[in-house]
């Protein structure tokens, strides 16, 4: 009897987790779906101009989606050199001590809150990316991509650093017994055994770049407008779901347009997250571990 | 014995960190001749086996005394660069390891490495050696497969061919059939009786039928200690150590 009853308890727990996705799933459809009878999905996503206080309303989410995917794109820039850059390092060539000192530091990165980076970016980055480009802000795409890159790295290093972890010590003395050298190891042995899961690590720091918020609302510029080069303000469509939901009055269209993005928001993490699951899941597979 | 010493070891003391492996350890390896080395677990002789391509040296914090001649060359001097020497003294590894790549890139893998381009003669080299290791018939037609999709048998004599390839003149095998059924145990150990006309061969076994049914030398370790070395015959038949005997007679091990 006592048993049953944690058994339920811990189900009840375990399902938690379930039951939030799908209730957080079923909100943002519900509540996005209203603006689709005002405004076709098509022109929804592919509208330029986004002006949703005006009368009448433009509801064009096109400037906010390219000026994450131009974040996002930029923040890759930065992390995958830099995270797998490291990874490298610290699986082949740190000692077993500098790894030990290094690769915790590494993770620490990434439990700076994020309002702390985009502080950083406004105070440090932005001056000096006025100073150097001779630009009227240095709130730019530019500047959130560098800041983004840089919290996207611990993420990226991590899991690319598992990643060559788990390539088999078999591989390596095989490479080397052949007669290759270490560079010839690491090249053509190490890194396309450890390829996929590699790319794992790097579409989570593109999910985790994409569906950052206060940095970009700190740092991107806000400025809801076609980005043509990374020199411009944008606001990327996080950005725009929390520095416009508190003026947005509740049931208006506004509101409605913003729950559509963070419908388009979610399905875009979703897919990048199912992607690195599979890569990752295939990864394991090729190498024989286990499925 | 007037066959040719091929590699031999002098006063061959190693330690991982501060434990002792190796205690002065002194070994001749015949040309074209099969050696094994014998012992129970921990006796230091898969530990000697890697000195002879120095793969010890991939283990942080160990060091090595004495010395180790490939033909005239002694392979730990400064100048000598150790991909020479793995180069020449090839090695199969306990657990079949062939690389995630296709059947053919496994073999010309150590052929690229070693700085031959030409599409041509790695593609005959492939073939050659994949004959050579008694497998060519067996997958010549699924070449650009995933090796990891060979049996553990095929998988090892694969990862003989690849050292076949790379014109290689000792291989060391280090317990190659430990993990092998008795079916694919017998067409590798077919494979090195065959082998030895053309390379030198040194096995570590734990297994004492194999060291008697390939075997020319064999060497006792314990302790790391080689306690006797000599013809295999005579090992087997009149062991001059107890100790020798006791572990050949199946008293310990």
């Known amino acids: 009897m006592k048993e049953k009853l944690y058994k339920l308890i811990f189900m009840v727990l375990a399902f938690a987790s379930l039951i939030f996705l799908l209730g957080i799933v079923f909100i943002l459809f519900k509540e996005s779906l209203p603006i689709f009878s005002k405004v076709n999905i098509g022109k929804f996503i592919f509208g330029r101009f986004w002006y949703p206080t005006y ?206 993005i963070a419908l388009i928001l979610f399905l875009v993490t979703f897919i990048f997250n199912i992607i690195a699951e599979i890569v990752s899941r295939r990864f394991r597979i090729k190498l024989g571990l286990s499925g | 014995m007037d066959k040719k010493i091929k590699m031999r070891a002098e006063g061959v003391n190693f330690f991982y960190g501060r434990t002792q492996a190796l205690k002065n350890v002194d070994i001749l390896i015949h040309a074209n001749q099969v050696t094994a080395l014998i012992g129970p677990s921990g006796c230091g002789k898969s530990t000697f086996i890697r000195l002879f391509n120095r793969m010890n040296e991939l283990v942080p914090d160990t060091s090595l005394s004495g010395n180790i001649y490939l033909d005239d060359l002694e392979i730990n001097s400064a100048q000598i660069d150790p991909v020479e020497i793995r180069k020449r003294v090839g090695m199969v590894f306990q657990k079949p390891n062939p690389f995630p790549k296709s059947i053919f890139d496994n073999i010309s893998y150590g052929l690229r490495v070693n700085g031959v381009r030409d599409a041509n003669s790695i593609e005959e080299r492939v073939e050659a050696s994949l004959k050579k290791a008694a497998i060519w018939d067996e997958v010549k037609n699924r070449l650009n497969d995933s090796a990891l999709k060979l049996s553990g048998g095929q998988q090892q004599r694969l990862c003989i061919a690849r050292c076949l390839a790379v014109d290689t003149e000792v291989i060391l095998f280090d317990e190659p059939c430990a993990s092998l059924d008795p079916i694919s145990t017998a067409k590798i150990e077919e494979l090195i009786l065959e082998l030895k006309k053309d390379y030198t061969i040194v096995i570590v076994t734990h297994n004492m039928q194999q060291a008697a049914r390939v075997s020319d030398y064999t060497g006792f370790f314990l302790l790391g200690e080689l306690i006797e070395f000599g013809k295999t015959q005579d090992i087997f038949t009149a062991p001059q150590d107890k100790r020798t005997e006791a572990y050949i007679t199946g008293r310990f091990g």
């Not at chain 1, 390092?89 to 530091?105: H, S, T, V």
């Not at chain 1, 190891?185 to 590699?198: F, W």
């Not at chain 1, 076609?226 to 944008?234: D, K, S």
């Not at chain 1, 996080?238 to 508190?246: N, P, R, Y």
Request: hydrophobic share 55%.
């Open chain 1, 55 to 260: 009368s009448p309303p433009e509801f064009g989410i096109l400037p906010l989606i390219l000026a994450s995917a131009w974040v996002t794109f930029g923040a890759i820039l930065v992390c995958v050199p830099l995270g797998v850059g490291s990874a490298l390092y610290l699986n082949e060539l740190a000692g077993p001590r500098q790894r030990a000192i290094l690769k915790p530091l590494v993770e620490l990165l990434a439990s700076v809150p994020s309002v702390v980076f985009g502080f950083f970016g406004m105070v440090i980055v932005t001056p000096f990316l006025q100073k150097i480009f001779n630009l009227p802000t240095g709130l730019t795409a530019f500047n959130a991509s560098l800041v983004l890159g840089v919290m996207a790295t611990p993420t990226v290093c991590s899991i690319a650093e598992d990643a060559l972890n788990y390539v088999p010590k078999s591989f390596r003395e095989a490479s080397f017994a052949l007669g290759a050298d270490r560079w010839q190891t690491l090249i053509q042995v190490v890194i396309p055994a450890a390829g996929s899961g590699i790319s794992t690590a790097i579409i989570l720091g593109m999910s985790r770049a994409i569906g950052e918020t206060m940095t970009v609302l700190m740092v991107a510029g806000g400025a809801a407008v076609i980005p043509h080069t990374f020199l411009e303000p944008v606001r990327p469509m996080t950005a725009a779901i929390a520095a416009e939901m508190g003026e947005a009055p509740v049931g208006s269209s506004h509101y409605h347009a913003l729950f559509a």
